[in-house]
Each structure stands twice: as structure tokens, then as C-alpha cells.
């Protein structure tokens, strides 16, 4: 077993996908399963079947809360994060991680793949032409970490239920050391494929959770990093457009649309208030 690297796979009902995740590394990797969707049917397996696996099943706090929460478990010098429907870390990709890290003497706040699928619109890489190249943001699908420097950093913020909280910790991080794209580990992310919904209800339920909490978090992210005053001038395009919109979805009756855009004035109203990030899954 690797005695450099523990992975820490985060997962809200994503039972299949966990499985087929680790099938590969089992025994190769100290692996850390956090749950927060206290699936009692994949820890009954787990620990059938995957007894050197250990699986945590907590409260759902949010993604910042399950990193942190993980971390307290990691022995070993580097730890991974990963979202289970990432696609290509082996121990190849894992080792390249390594040698990065050591190339760079440990001096960095965190690692991140190539994403062979990513939209150039939503996620900015760096060019292709270099092994190891400097990035200010990472996305947090999959982050590669030193354990002393996560500390030194002083971990994700668990204020942040969703989105953001790598945005966050990578303009902390850059207080200490760079960030780095590590071009030779390249990987699929499926991206908002994780969570297995039931039914068209609890469907229902993840997105609206998403739209609240994009809209809490990019302002609390903004306000946090750059003060109050700043966030509010930069969001006031934002405040007006949605508000337009539910307006017009109102007299429209856009029913679907208008709860959409009701919702993120709800999130965005929240933050604005200093509120915490209260919305949680109904299921």
C-alpha cells in the first residue's frame, strides 16, 4: 500500500459510483470514505467487502464540512480529495501527483488534474505545453494536498454549504504558496452526476438547492475576500437582472422560471443579510 497518499472520496448517495471508484485502488491507497447522506446500505458493504476502507457517515453540512471532516483521519503526508464521478485517477495518475509534489519541495497549496471534458467557458486550465503550470483557481472535483500546508492554509471554510469553497481556499492558499495543474494526470469529470435522485421530487430538490446556494455563496465569497462594499457594487447587475426576471416570468406565468429566479433572490437576499447558509436537501 502506498504509504505517501490517503484519498478521501466525498459522496451524498452516490452508492455506484463509490463502488466502482475504489474497485481499482483497494489496497493500493489508504482511502477515506465521508458520506453525508448516512447511506447505511454502502457501509454495510464497505465494510463486507472493503474492510481496510473506512467509511464516516455524517450530517450533511455541506461539501467544505466533509473535506474538513475527512482530514482529521489523514496520516499519511499528501492527501486527495475526489468527487466519485471522476474518472482516471490510478496509480499512475496518483504518482505523478507525487513526483510534482516533489519537484516543487512540497512548496504549494494544492494540486489539480487536467479535465480531458471541461468547458473552457466554466473552467479556465492552463496550456497544455507544460507539465506543472501555475493556476489561481482549481476546480475542486479532484485537489491534491500536502497535508502540513492544508493546516498551515487553515483548511476550506465551513461557512460554505456548496460552490465556492475552492475559490476560497485557493485565494487563502496563495498567502503561502502557488497553486499548480498538474498536465500529465488527466481525468473525466462527469460534473453534477454524483447524487442518484429517486424521483422527480428529490430531482426537484437539488436543483433548487443549487440555484440557492450558488447565488449565498458567490456573494459570501465576494464579500469575505474583498469586503461588503465591493460585493454589493459587483452584484448589482446581478440583483437587478433577477428581479427583472421574476418579474417577467411573474406576468408571464413562467411557473417554472419564476420559482427558479425566486429561489436565487432567496439565497442572494440571504447572503446580503449576513444570513448563514441555511437551505438543506427536504430528502
Given at each position: ?203 426537484q430538490d437539488q436543483q433548487e ?52 429566479y425566486k429561489n436565487r433572490w ?18
Open positions: 500500500m502506498n504509504e505517501y497518499v490517503t484519498i478521501i472520496i466525498l459522496t451524498h448517495k452516490s452508492k455506484k459510483l463509490v463502488l466502482d471508484y475504489i474497485k481499482n485502488l483497494y489496497k493500493k491507497f489508504k482511502i477515506i470514505i465521508v458520506d453525508n447522506s448516512k447511506d447505511i446500505e454502502l457501509e454495510k458493504i464497505i465494510k463486507k467487502n472493503y474492510p481496510e476502507v473506512e467509511i464516516y457517515l455524517i450530517s450533511n453540512n455541506g461539501y467544505s464540512d466533509q473535506i474538513n471532516f475527512g482530514f482529521k483521519f489523514v496520516k499519511t503526508k499528501y492527501f486527495l480529495i475526489s468527487n466519485p464521478d471522476v474518472r482516471g485517477i490510478d496509480e499512475k495518475s496518483i504518482q505523478n501527483f507525487i513526483n510534482a509534489a516533489k519537484k516543487l519541495d512540497d512548496k504549494f497549496s494544492v494540486l489539480g488534474p487536467r479535465y480531458i471534458n471541461a468547458n473552457p467557458k466554466s473552467l479556465k486550465q492552463t496550456k497544455n505545453d507544460k507539465e506543472i503550470a501555475e493556476l489561481r483557481v482549481l476546480s475542486g472535483a479532484c485537489m491534491f494536498f500536502c497535508k502540513k500546508n492544508y493546516a498551515l492554509v487553515g483548511g476550506f471554510d465551513n461557512n460554505i454549504f456548496l460552490y465556492f469553497e475552492e475559490n476560497d481556499y485557493c485565494k487563502r492558499s496563495i498567502n503561502f504558496f502557488k497553486n499548480y495543474q498538474i498536465n500529465n494526470v488527466k481525468i473525466f469529470h462527469e460534473g453534477g452526476n454524483s447524487v442518484s435522485c429517486e424521483n422527480q421530487n428529490e430531482i438547492l443549487r440555484q440557492w446556494h450558488f447565488v449565498w455563496s458567490k456573494f459570501y465569497y465576494y464579500k469575505k475576500n474583498y469586503g461588503y462594499t465591493y460585493a454589493i457594487i459587483f452584484f448589482l447587475p446581478i440583483i437587478f437582472r433577477t428581479g427583472l426576471k421574476i418579474f417577467l416570468y411573474l406576468i408571464t406565468k413562467d411557473d417554472i422560471n419564476y420559482f427558479k432567496s439565497g442572494m437576499m440571504s447572503s446580503i443579510k449576513g444570513e448563514k447558509s441555511y437551505k438543506r436537501p427536504k430528502f
